[in-house]
Every structure is written in structure tokens, then in C-alpha cells.
């Protein structure tokens, strides 16, 4: 990974879905199948977006709508051809979503010993 490295974040909800299909898995899929270097997704506790509901997981609101955020890393050009194919899913959900870029300094980028790139996922 070298070059103009770039931080692609995507906040959408647990219970966004493509058809039978978690939407975030099918992201994260799609990356992996795009080749990028690597993408992690965090479970929020509380969120608002443009809509302004709010959506969290205790007892006041519903707990099928707890705040995903997805971050990709990779360079720019493979960011910015991945992001086309992340709208089209985004779009196709019919959902609400935010999605931020920014640049970032990898430091350490390697595998590690029991690297499998044939895991299950």
C-alpha cells in the first residue's frame, strides 16, 4: 500500500438490508472482491443522521437499528473505483447512509504469520 492513502468510512444500521442480505456484509464482500487492503466494521451505541431519528440499542429505542460504521484503507484510486460500486449497493437498499474519505499515513501494513486468503468470510 503506497501512494495517496486514502480512509473511506461508511455509517448505515444493523438492520439495512439488501433483499435477505445484511448490507454491511455485503459491503465489506465487495471490498474484499475488489481487492482493498483491508476494512473493519464497528457497532455504534447511539446515532442520528439526516433524518434525525435517534436509533441506539437500549431500552428506549429499537434495538434492530444500532449505528455500523465501515472503514476501508487503501490507496486513492482503488478507494474512489470501490466507492462507485458502495453507492450502488447503498442506493439499491433504499436506505440512509453518510460516507466520509480522508487521507491517511498507513505506518504498518503487513500479514500476519497465519495469513489465510481463503477464510470463510
Do not use: C
Not at 434495538?63 to 453507492?87: C, G, M, S, W, Y
Amino acid at each position: 500500500m503506497e501512494g495517496k492513502i486514502k480512509l473511506l468510512k461508511i455509517y448505515i444500521s444493523t438492520s439495512d438490508r439488501l433483499g435477505n442480505r445484511l448490507l454491511y456484509e455485503e459491503i465489506v464482500r465487495e471490498g474484499r472482491e475488489a481487492g482493498l487492503g483491508g476494512a473493519t466494521v464497528y457497532q455504534g451505541i447511539m446515532s442520528f443522521g439526516a433524518s434525525h431519528s435517534i436509533h441506539g440499542a437500549n431500552v428506549v429505542f429499537p434495538t434492530h437499528q444500532i449505528p455500523v460504521l465501515i472503514e476501508f484503507v487503501d490507496e486513492e484510486e482503488k478507494i474512489n473505483r470501490f466507492f462507485i460500486r458502495a453507492k450502488e449497493l447503498i442506493d439499491e437498499s433504499q436506505k440512509g447512509a453518510l460516507v466520509t474519505l480522508q487521507d491517511v499515513d498507513v505506518l504498518l501494513y503487513k500479514r500476519g504469520a497465519k495469513y489465510n486468503q481463503f477464510s470463510n468470510f
